[in-house]
């Protein structure tokens, strides 16, 4: 083969890839969003600046996700078959890559923190979540808690 027809085929296969992640960052943003059967302005307003705080977003498509993440949440508010199922399975095939798993959790983690309350529904979604990718939730808040101007993995502190 020659090098431009490889490159080339290795940039589709990362945007498959990406796109398969992409879904699952906006299903996590979807369920913790809704968690409390409410959209807050600050969850949106948090959803948008993941994408720059979180290195592992930043080569995702913006305008797809917002897209992907509206038809997520309309799912949700019209209650259909087996939507969380659906959500929780695009999220739960990140359990073995570790990277992406702390990555999930940490915009889940400024989802749901966004709007500064304390809300039972999103602290449950989010432990399922934490469940869903093999993290400990405690730990997983402890290390977010330790850290909460450090959201990047480039960091040291935050999620090991």
């Known amino acids: 083969m020659r090098p431009s027809l490889i490159t080339k085929l290795g940039g589709e296969l ?5 796109k398969d992640f992409l879904k699952a960052v906006m299903a996590a943003c979807a369920l913790m969003s809704m968690a409390d059967g409410e959209l807050h302005p600050l969850e949106l307003q948090q959803i948008e600046q993941a994408f720059a705080k979180v290195p592992e977003l930043r080569p995702l ?7 992907t993440f509206i038809g997520f949440v309309e799912a949700l508010r ?3 078959p087996d939507v969380h ?4 399975r695009k999220i739960q095939r990140y359990e073995p890559d570790f990277k992406r ?3 999930l959790l940490r915009v889940a983690w400024l989802v749901m923190t966004a709007d500064g309350i304390d809300h039972p529904a999103e602290e449950k979604e989010f432990k399922r979540l934490c469940g869903l990718l093999g993290q400990d939730p405690k730990r ?10 450090r959201i990047g993995s480039e960091d040291q502190g935050g999620l090991p």
Not at 61 to 67: C, F, N, P, Q, V
């Open 101 to 103: 798993s702390r990555a």
């Open 140 to 149: 997983v808040r402890g290390d977010l808690e330790a850290s909460p101007g």
């Open 14 to 18: 990362q945007r498959y890839r990406d």
């Open 78 to 80: 019209r209650g259909e």
């Open 85 to 88: 199922v659906i959500l929780y």
């Open 61 to 67: 498509d913006l305008s797809k996700a917002r897209e």
